[in-house]
């Protein structure tokens, strides 16, 4: 798997005459935090449809989520680091994960300028595939709608995937947050496909557990507050 970040470097190496995007690929663009049931379809669909098409499947992701650049610390707390969405994503079997800096620059492309500079001539996307409530560009003005008006003209296809319910409402990463605040465990698990965990690198500490018979393992978790 490939990994490119920032939206420079997607931008030089699509310019490039044996660019991995020479003959365009199949993509998805999203946050995909927690990579729960529902982002699963997700990523499944566009792996088949590059298979398809005989082109690289692509994940396009954002450092910091756009919640976090915009609420700060009060944004919620993440269910994967960026590290654990990535090797997910190998999991499942994607060629090229592209993370782009969310920041003012990005934050402030229009709709219709977000198409133009990072699907066309970033991705040369052939074949689009996103959730039914995906939204894009300044002040979320893009939709699904002004993705298949413009596709037509640009070249590419656009196809959104059916929702995914458990026990009647629509799966999503806030409610993976929420069944872990409240301790529901298995509620968590049945959403995201498996259960939830929890990874970082171990440190030392005072050996205080040792001591009492219970050996544990202190973890640091790095910059992101866990969801649990």
């Known amino acids: 798997m490939r990994l490119i970040r920032g939206l420079h470097n997607l931008q030089r ?10 003959k365009g690929c199949v993509a998805t663009i999203g946050n995909f935090d927690g990579i729960h049931r529902g982002h699963q379809v997700i990523i499944d669909q566009v792996r088949d ?3 398809v098409h005989k082109v690289p499947s692509v994940v396009m992701v954002f450092e910091p989520q756009p ?3 915009f609420a700060g610390r009060e944004a919620p707390p993440r269910l994967t680091r960026f590290r654990e969405k990535v090797e997910m994503l190998l999991a499942h079997d994607v060629d090229i994960v592209v993370c782009l800096q969310f920041n003012s620059r990005l934050r402030n492309l229009s709709a219709l300028e977000f198409i133009d500079q990072v699907m066309v001539q970033g991705l040369s996307v052939k074949h689009l595939v ?8 300044c002040d979320r003005a893009g939709d ?3 993705l298949q008006e413009v596709g037509e003209d640009k ?3 656009v196809e959104h995937t059916r929702t995914i319910r458990v026990k009647g409402e629509r799966i999503s990463s806030t409610r993976v947050r929420q069944a872990l605040a409240e301790n529901r465990l298995a509620d968590a698990q049945e959403l995201l496909g498996r259960p ?5 690198r171990v440190v030392y500490g005072r050996a205080l557990g040792r ?6 393992a202190n973890i640091m978790l790095g910059g992101k507050k866990p969801a649990l």
């Open 67 to 69: 919640r976090e650049f």
């Open 196 to 200: 939830y965990a929890i990874s970082g």
């Open 130 to 137: 996103v959730g039914d409530d995906f939204r894009f560009g």
């Open 49 to 51: 449809q590059a298979r």
């Open 155 to 157: 070249g590419f296809a």
């Open 211 to 216: 001591e009492l018979g219970v050996p544990t």
């Open 13 to 22: 190496l699509a310019s490039q005459p044996d660019s991995l995007f020479a």
């Open 144 to 146: 699904f709608r002004l």
